[in-house]
């Protein structure tokens, strides 16, 4: 792959972002690394109330998947994301599960308020894994507010 | 009776189980843009040349699947590039594709936010693709 736009591309190796909205901190960001800075670009930049909430989103997100054994640490800094391969100290939040969960919270709906929907397929597919102890997110409680806006800056919905 | 590996029949073979899965018909729903599938020459593994599967892929149809070229698939709207190699993996459910794209065992390249809102209907074409009897060329 010789793209240079990460919005486009989610290939090991793959870097330099153009908006300048999404940077990586590593020479060699991972495929996941650069999968979730894209995703994140390019749902700010085509939302605008998504780019609301990135600009004021300050926050150190870890977001690890269990099944592959990686992980990111998302640093948002009011209008500028920075992505870590693997998880920084001091974090926020932290998100651990499968690849296929992480894939859904990127498809929770947002609702009203901006909350996001826990009530249809996927909100409940998530929710219960939250329950089953298949989904960890470690810093929740105190941070919920901040959670809800990750959540509508990651999800494609 | 088992197809050859990313063949015209193969081909055939994969539309008419993505045509037959309701679970598609169902995730697929909206989906209008062409994907294409670059499977990567080895030589080694007596696949010696590079090939691209060109799929017309809308609203929960698979409207035609075909092989040829790399460059062929390469101009779709949606790319997914990996060695043979691994593509065999993803058929014989050796590798899930989702982690697979995440560790950049396969190479995606589209617009990613459309692609995440469609990875239930990413996973049934995978689904799909192990329920073909395929016969391998490194595999005797």
């Known amino acids: ?157 | 009776m088992t197809v050859k590996a990313f063949s015209a029949e193969w081909a055939e073979a994969f539309k008419d189980e993505v045509n037959k899965s309701d679970a598609y018909k169902a995730a697929g729903k909206g989906w209008k843009w062409t994907v294409g599938l670059v499977v990567e020459a080895e030589p080694d593994k007596h696949f010696a040349e590079s090939r691209g599967i060109v799929m017309d892929l809308f609203d929960g149809e698979a409207r035609d699947i075909k092989v040829g070229a790399a460059d062929d698939a390469q101009k779709c709207d949606f790319v997914i590039t990996a060695p043979y190699s691994r593509w065999k993996q993803v058929a014989t459910k050796e590798l899930d594709a989702t982690r697979g794209m995440l560790q950049g065992k396969l190479k995606l390249k589209g617009d990613l936010p459309t692609i995440v809102r469609y990875t239930k209907a990413s996973q049934e074409m995978t689904e799909c693709t192990t329920r073909i009897p395929v016969s391998w060329p490194d595999e005797g």
Do not use: C
């Open chain 1, 1 to 157: 792959m010789h793209d240079t736009d990460p919005r486009f591309v989610a290939g090991r190796g793959v870097r330099t972002p153009t908006s300048g909205l999404v940077d990586y901190a590593d020479d060699d960001p991972t495929a996941f690394a650069s999968m979730l800075g894209g995703l994140i670009e390019a749902n700010v930049e085509s939302r605008p109330e998504k780019m609301r909430d990135f600009k004021r989103l300050a926050a150190l997100v870890g977001i690890w998947v269990t099944d592959i054994d990686e992980g990111v640490t998302l640093h948002f800094q009011g209008g500028k994301l920075t992505v870590h391969n693997g998880l920084t100290p001091k974090r926020t939040i932290t998100i651990r599960s499968d690849a296929e969960t992480v894939m859904s919270l990127s498809n929770l709906k947002i609702g009203i308020l901006g909350l996001p929907v826990y009530y249809d397929e996927v909100g409940r597919g998530v929710a219960g894994k939250l329950l089953r102890g298949k989904l960890k997110i470690e810093g929740m409680l105190p941070n919920v507010m901040t959670l809800n806006a990750v959540t509508r800056v990651f999800s494609v919905q």
